[in-house]
């Protein structure tokens, strides 16, 4: 079956446009999330979204950061007004349940953003 | 704020020696989970462990949760090429599925 996708692949853009990072989850799973990666580094999370409850939106880093998930099912993450320090791979995951951190989260390649 | 120190960041190690990885919080969790991250792609999940005192064994790999569920250990014994990667530790919190991550500990193993 498929699994988590994401797109693009990478992108490259300028200082101060807006991004746009989809991804699709795994049919089914009603949880889905959002990480940060710098190089080599671990996982900074960004936002999760359960079911129809309100996006856990805690690891925004600033209000230039934004998500939505329609239908329950694909999910943007948008970038306004991009920085050189928003350079980073952006990871989305879906879970079959969000109630708990003890379910698996399959994760999608990334998307590599670079911002020039 | 929960926090996951990994230790240690970067292991350069040679075909067959054994090695133990760690990640330590002062915070206790509910779950602690093991990834393993290639270049290229995202991580994949190893192991789950939810019990104080929990002990997971797959095939070389053994994964300890500690007793008051604060660190846990990742031990591989006789270490192949094919270990090579990024292993993360992630605690699991009590905000739903919120996984805290660990900053990774960059695995070589030689020939």
């Known amino acids: 079956g498929a699994g988590v996708s994401q797109s693009p692949s990478n992108k490259v853009t300028e200082k101060g446009k807006d991004v746009e990072l989809r991804c699709d989850p795994i049919s089914g799973h009603t949880a889905l999330y959002w990480y940060r990666q710098s190089l080599g580094q671990g996982l900074e999370f960004l936002i999760y979204?359960?079911?129809?409850?309100?996006?856990?939106k805690s690891g925004l880093p600033s209000d230039r950061f934004s998500a939505e998930r329609t239908g329950g099912s694909v999910s943007t993450l948008t970038i306004q007004r991009t920085q050189q320090e928003d350079s980073a791979v952006y990871l989305c995951?879906?879970?079959?349940?969000?109630?708990?951190?003890?379910?698996?989260?399959?994760f999608g390649p990334g998307t590599r953003l670079t911002v020039t | 704020t929960q926090l996951l120190e990994q230790s240690p960041q970067f292991l350069s190690i040679q075909e067959g020696e054994n090695l133990t990885v760690y990640c330590n919080s002062s915070?206790?969790?509910?779950?602690l989970q093991w990834y393993r991250q290639e270049p290229g792609e995202g991580p994949v999940l190893l192991v789950t462990?939810?019990?104080?005192?929990e002990v997971k064994k797959l095939k070389r790999l053994t994964f300890q949760f500690g007793d008051a569920r604060k660190d846990s250990s990742l031990h591989i014994t006789a270490a192949q090429p094919g270990d090579t990667g990024l292993y993360l530790c992630a605690g699991g919190t009590n905000q739903g599925g919120k996984l805290i991550f660990g900053q990774g500990t960059e695995l070589s193993v030689k020939p």
């Open positions: 979204f359960q079911g129809n409850s309100a996006p856990d």
């Open positions: 462990v939810v019990t104080g005192g």
């Open positions: 915070s206790v969790f509910s779950s």
């Open positions: 995951a879906s879970s079959l349940d969000g109630t708990s951190g003890s379910y698996e989260q399959y």
